[in-house]
C-alpha cells in the first residue's frame, strides 16, 4: 500500500518536553513537508525539505526542528521553546518538480 | 506573502443541493488546489487547477488566473460532503516552488 503515515495519532505533552512526530512515506517522493493546523484555521508550514540532507523554514518554524536523513522519512520535533504546540499537524509528500501535495492522516499534539 | 480568502466562511446544505465555493487570490499564482478535509482530519486532494475548467463526477472546479479567483461546484450534495474545503496556492517568490499557501477554509454542512 502506498502512502503517508504519521505516528502517533495522539500524543500528549507535559510542559518543558520535547516530542518527536513521525512522518514516513513510500510513494518514493523527493519533497516533504510539515504543517500546522490550528481550529478554524488553514494550514500553515513549519518546514519542507526538496532533498536529502537538505531543508527550509516555513512560515512558522519557530521552536521547532526537523531532520531529512533519508527519502522516506521527514520526523519533526516540536521543542519546549515552542510556545503553543497545542494543534493538529499534518505531513504531505511531493514529487519533485509538482506541485501536487499529499497528505498524512495527521497527529493531533496537546500539552498538558 | 500571498494572500487567499475563502467564501463562504461557513455554508449550510440540504442533501440533494447544489452550493458554489470561492477562492480568491492577491498575487499572480501558478498553481492552485482544492482539499477536503474530512471529519477525520484527512485532506484529500480533490483538483489540481492552475486554471481551466476540471470535472470529476458530482464535483467540478474553474479557475480564471487572470482575475485571481477559483471556484468549486458541489452538485447534488450527499452526507458525505461534509466537511471543510480547502483552497491553496503554489507561491514561486524567492525560489521556494514548492510552497502551498492556504485559506482558512469553508466549513461545509450537509444534512438529510
Known amino acids: 500500500d502506498g502512502g503517508i503515515t504519521q505516528s502517533p495519532k495522539y500524543l500528549f505533552r507535559k510542559e518543558g518536553q520535547n516530542v518527536t512526530l513521525s512522518c514516513e512515506q513510500n510513494l518514493n517522493h523527493d519533497a516533504m513537508y510539515w504543517y500546522r493546523q490550528d481550529p478554524g484555521q488553514g494550514l500553515r508550514l513549519i518546514y519542507y525539505?526538496?532533498?536529502?540532507?537538505?531543508?527550509q523554514k516555513g512560515d512558522i518554524a519557530e521552536g521547532y526542528s526537523v531532520s531529512r536523513e533519508k527519502k522516506e522519512s521527514f520526523p519533526l520535533t516540536v521543542t519546549s521553546a515552542q510556545k503553543n504546540p497545542t494543534a493538529f499537524y499534518l505531513c504531505a509528500s511531493s514529487v519533485q518538480g509538482s506541485d501536487t501535495q499529499y497528505f498524512g492522516p495527521g497527529t493531533r499534539l496537546t500539552v498538558l | 506573502g500571498i494572500q487567499v480568502e475563502q467564501s463562504p466562511p461557513d455554508l449550510i446544505l440540504q442533501e440533494g443541493a447544489n452550493s458554489t465555493l470561492r477562492c480568491n487570490f492577491s498575487d499572480s499564482v501558478n498553481n492552485l488546489q482544492w482539499f477536503h478535509q474530512n471529519p477525520w482530519g484527512q485532506l484529500i486532494n480533490l483538483f489540481y487547477?492552475?486554471?481551466g475548467t476540471k470535472q470529476n463526477g458530482r464535483l467540478s472546479a474553474t479557475t480564471v488566473a487572470t482575475e485571481r479567483y477559483s471556484l468549486l461546484y458541489i452538485s447534488s450534495s450527499q452526507t458525505t460532503d461534509s466537511g471543510v474545503y480547502f483552497c491553496?496556492?503554489?507561491?514561486?517568490?524567492?525560489?521556494?516552488?514548492?510552497?502551498?499557501?492556504f485559506g482558512k477554509g469553508t466549513l461545509l454542512t450537509v444534512n438529510p
Open positions: 491553496a496556492v503554489a507561491d514561486y517568490s524567492g525560489g521556494s516552488n514548492y510552497k502551498l499557501t
Open positions: 487547477i492552475p486554471s
Open positions: 525539505s526538496q532533498i536529502v540532507n537538505d531543508f
